[in-house]
């Protein structure tokens, strides 16, 4: 037997030891480990098992945990390592119900998994809970029929800030209910909302205890989690919940909208910035890197601290190492993604490299599919753009194909390969991602690339000037020169309107860029326009960034995005491109010979400036929109149009490299 397999019972027996678990009698306190009903174990009937079962007849021993009155409370089937902990599964069970207990514990060692055997299937666990934590939990021991059999109606979030809203004069008014909610902050739920509960809630009735929700961006992910979360709560089904996401801006924006939706009935912090107090809060917001640093979720938390896990964008949330902290918690877990598993159309993914960030990707999409209990490939609910926009709550973009005439192979298996005309003949240059900005980005490129875009640029519907926009450049060294062409374009063509501030960076290294952020979604960035007298719209039109601006964001009346950057991840992609689908309506009231007079425009669609062929990254033969030709460049050499790009060559896993 080799040292490997010799040592399933010695890590068993840490693992309860760590637990709080003992053989024997310490300190004053009784043993709760037995192998018999109503016998105490003895050293040398532990010394006789081996080191891995493998002097006890079948390979496995059930230990019986005890309560604090000395009841059986938990059964675990300990077995050698080179079996799997299921195999015991079903004798475990009966075994347990034998006794009158509902708790199984099945492990080899190495792998573990924690069973209620009356509610759904065993659940992977990292460590053993302890007797405490599993009395401490209330949700351990509540009715999932309370949780199925709630009545979930579209005002399931608004009684929470007002449960007498219906009451009020100014919500029985049509005229004044609009502005009644708005200011009270009253949020309703949509009809897919609901939809996803009730299928959640279905889900729960089978016994299962992991869920995958795929919405598209901009139809309330957030909303319809404080929903579910409220459900968890509300039903007993969880005492507390943690809410996990992987990026610091959707953390703060996490918590200000739970505390916008529930508060009053509960409670939201952030982990980091309550450490030692984050017990008195019903919601725990936090990203999965802050519980990975120095295994903090080891330290901070018990398994059973949390009855209700929730990952917003699962698949990138709990890849790879990550996983350890999804899988260490016991409970319910339900997974959110805007990204469709099928995403990738008309791609082998099969045929591409590891290395390629789609290949990469789909696997992590497949992954949390299989993760979440959706093996077939079917979520638990799904809402696509394709539905928001025909229920008329997204618009969809009006594409724009922006690339050049320089011919080039696709995703070229050497990188850029692109055609130079020199002054004896033709020659082919490859290029690699340390040449991306040298070799690409010339002064001529980044000036034809602004032309185009503030040629083409939707316009705001009542001011005319350029609409709102972001722009995603390469680096921030590229994104400053971008931002300093487009004001320089601003100045020259709308005289007196701007002080180099029509366009501004918004990258990492940029003092107060997240605020930044934050007024140009409140249409004060700057100030407001100049083109209108009282017109609520920020002077500054252009936002210039790289990564900042990915997810999380919300502006409802932007009008153009600019992708001067090649994108690999189908996530940030769709995130992306999200940042335009919501619905807005263009305001703007006139006092003419004392009357006041009201001009209104739906937005119907905004513009997605494709300069990358990025949409054809994705899915091959991409029908455009629109198709701009711009002209080839007059220098030689360097001084090169961009081609669409191999994945393979460029990595950017820095928002703001």
């Known amino acids: 037997m080799s040292e490997k397999e010799a040592k399933a019972r010695i890590k068993i027996n840490k693992l309860l030891e760590e637990a709080g678990w003992r053989f024997f009698d310490e300190d004053g306190k009784p043993a709760n480990i037995q192998v018999e009903q109503n016998v105490k174990i003895s050293k040398k009937q532990i010394d006789d098992m081996g080191e891995n079962f493998d002097k006890v007849k079948n390979g496995f021993v059930d230990f019986l945990l005890l309560d604090d009155k000395g009841n059986p409370f938990i059964v675990l089937e300990a077995k050698s390592e080179d079996k799997d902990p299921l195999v015991g599964k079903e004798q475990a069970r ?5 006794l009158f207990v509902k708790y199984v514990i099945l492990s080899n060692g190495n792998q573990h998994y924690f069973w209620n055997i009356y509610r759904g299937n065993p659940q992977i666990i990292t460590s053993f809970p302890s007797y405490e934590s599993i009395k401490e939990n209330k949700a351990f021991n509540a009715d999932p029929a309370r949780l199925y059999n709630e009545d979930v109606r579209e005002d399931y979030i608004a009684v929470v800030k007002n449960p007498r809203y219906s009451e009020a004069p100014e919500y029985q008014n049509p005229e004044t209910r609009m502005k009644f909610l708005d200011d009270n902050g009253i949020k309703f739920l949509r009809h ?3 939809n996803a509960i009730k299928a959640l809630q279905k889900s729960v009735k089978k016994g299962n205890q992991r869920f995958l929700f795929e919405m598209a961006t901009g139809t309330g992910k957030t909303l319809t989690s404080a929903a579910v979360i409220r459900l968890f709560l509300r039903s007993g089904n969880a005492h507390r919940v943690l809410f996990l996401v992987d990026r610091i801006e959707l953390e703060n924006q996490a918590k200000k909208n739970f505390q916008d939706y529930l508060s009053p009935d509960y409670h939201t912090v952030i ?4 450490t030692e107090d984050w017990r008195k809060a019903e919601i725990v917001v936090s990203t999965v890197q802050t519980l990975m640093f120095n295994n903090k979720y080891k330290k901070y938390f018990k398994p059973t601290d949390f009855s209700l896990l929730i990952v917003d964008e699962s698949h990138r949330s709990i890849n790879g190492n990550s996983r350890a902290v999804f899988e260490y918690f016991l409970g319910y877990k339900l997974g959110l993604t805007a990204t469709p598993k099928d995403y990738i159309k008309n791609v082998d993914v099969e045929k591409l490299k590891a290395t390629d960030p789609r290949a990469w990707e789909k696997r992590q999409l497949l992954d949390s599919y299989r993760t979440f209990g959706c093996e077939s490939g079917e979520p638990t609910f799904r809402y696509s753009l394709l539905d928001g926009v025909r229920d008329g709550y997204l618009i969809n973009p009006t594409v724009v194909d922006a690339r050049t005439d320089i011919t080039t192979q696709l995703l070229s298996d050497e990188g850029y390969a692109v055609i130079n005309q020199t002054d004896d003949d033709e020659e082919e240059e490859v290029y690699y991602a340390k040449d991306f900005e040298r070799k690409f980005f010339s002064e001529e490129t980044n000036r034809m690339f602004v032309k185009t875009f503030m040629e083409n640029a939707k316009r705001d519907p009542i001011s005319g000037e350029i609409g709102k926009s972001i722009i995603f450049c390469v680096s921030r060294k590229h ?7 487009l004001n320089e374009f601003a100045y020259k063509l709308f005289p007196d309107k701007y002080q180099s501030d029509f366009a501004m960076q918004i990258t990492s290294d940029v003092m107060n860029a997240q605020t930044y952020t934050i007024n140009f979604q409140n249409n004060n ?12 719209s920020a002077k500054t039109r252009v936002c210039v960034t790289v990564g900042m601006m990915t997810t999380g964001y919300d502006c409802e009346d932007l009008l153009n995005i600019g992708l001067l950057r ?3 991840s189908p996530t940030d992609f769709i995130q992306i491109k999200g940042r335009g689908t919501r619905k807005f309506e263009f305001s703007y009231k006139i006092k003419i010979a004392g009357e006041t007079q009201e001009h209104k425009y739906e937005k119907d669609t905004f513009k997605l400036f494709d300069f990358f062929g990025n949409c054809e990254y994705f899915e091959e033969k991409f029908n455009y929109d629109e198709i701009i030709k711009l002209p080839k460049p007059q220098s030689k050499g360097a001084d090169t149009i961009t081609p669409p790009v191999d994945g393979t060559m460029y990595e950017n896993f820095d928002p703001d490299p």
């Open 192 to 194: 897919y909302q609901i």
């Open 271 to 274: 982990f980091k910035e309550n």
């Open 94 to 98: 009966e075994y347990a119900k034998s």
């Open 525 to 536: 960035l700057s100030g407001t326009t100049k083109f209108l007298e009282n017109y609520k």
């Open 566 to 568: 090649p994108i690999f």
């Open 479 to 485: 994104a400053a020169k971008i931002t300093q062409i």
